[in-house]
């Protein structure tokens, strides 16, 4: 159990920690957006083949015929900046983005030591990876489609080299998966450490999880992009200390402050909604509560007078 002189100190360097992080934070956010844009304006731009165009060779009898995607191949090349340019903002939001897991990592296993120590590696290895693969993987286009464009094979085996089969993209893949994967699972273990402690409102654990799932499986091109890239930027707004209500008690505490389950909140909130007792009410209960007074027994003077009366008759 720390101290309060270590709570102290840990809550000081984590304040500090938050406010320099807050502008990365929200830069990282934002440039992992634009690189989602600028990637997907480049690619929608590529020309595309149709069934009509992929069997008139064959119809026309050609035997060794220049393959239909050759122009898509030759648009790459001659758009490769966009595509690297891209790749390296993604490089710079998942920096960002390492940073922000990397405190709350720290903060959470302060407050709860027995928080997995095998996140932190994770955060590191797969945010490292998956930021150099990135790049790596638009410098290798690059080269191939340029050497295709300036050489003489333009068959669909040439192509297919030069866009996703030749043994540059075969190494990158892997990669690109054990860096994903592992990115992915630091994240979700991150945010759910972090939503344990209290350290991120119940939405934003969820989300940074969702988040963390989304950046290995871009499914959704630049619409599920928006996902990480607005948990950045909410993260930013809490590191400022701008969140609405202010932030969650367990960045000023320095200590757990778990939320409260759904069964605690429905019963608290039925609690303040019990209408409170009338005074008749309370006077009613409080007399049922008193044992009553015992009785006297009746005297029995006047059934002694009642028999004296008689007698005189």
């Known amino acids: 159990m720390p101290s309060s002189s270590e709570i102290t100190a840990q809550v000081a360097r984590e304040t500090e920690r938050r406010g320099k992080l807050a502008a990365p934070a929200l830069g990282g956010g934002v440039l992992y957006l634009l690189s989602g844009i600028i990637v997907a304006a480049t690619v929608n731009g590529a020309p595309s083949v149709g069934l009509f165009q992929g ?25 490769a900046f966009a595509l690297i340019a891209g790749s390296v903002l ?21 407050r709860r ?10 955060v590191l290895g797969g945010g490292i990876g998956l930021a150099l693969v990135s790049v790596g993987h638009q410098i290798v286009g690059a080269i191939e489609t340029h050497k ?68 290995f499986l871009p499914l959704g091109g630049v619409t599920l992009e928006i996902v990480p890239a607005f948990w950045m930027v909410m993260m930013a707004i809490l590191f400022a200390g701008r969140w609405p209500n202010g932030n969650p008690p367990a960045w000023e505490a320095g200590e757990a402050r778990p939320w409260p389950s759904q069964a605690q909140t429905r019963a608290s909130r039925q609690a303040r909604e019990k209408p409170a007792p009338s005074p008749a009410m309370a ?26 009366r008689g007698a005189r008759r």
């Open 55 to 79: 069997l008139a060779p064959a119809l026309r009898g050609e035997t060794n015929p220049a393959s239909p995607r050759a122009p898509e191949v030759k648009f790459f090349s001659h758009h």
């Open 90 to 110: 993604v490089a710079i939001a998942l920096a960002a983005l390492v940073l922000i897991l990397l405190l709350l990592l720290d903060a959470t296993r302060f």
């Open 113 to 122: 030591p027995e928080t997995w120590s095998g996140a932190r590696p994770l």
């Open 148 to 215: 295709f464009a300036v050489g003489h094979d333009f068959s669909n085996h040439a192509v297919d080299n030069a866009l996703t089969k030749g043994t540059p993209y075969i190494a990158i893949d892997y990669l690109d998966l054990i860096a994903g994967l592992s990115l992915a699972a630091g994240m979700v273990a991150t945010a759910l450490g972090a939503l344990r402690v209290g350290l991120l409102p119940r939405w934003m654990g969820i989300l940074g999880m969702f988040a963390g799932i989304l950046i």
């Open 283 to 308: 006077q009613a209960s409080a007399g049922a509560d008193v044992a009553p007074a015992p009785t006297r027994p009746a005297s029995s003077g006047s059934s002694r007078r009642r028999r004296k």
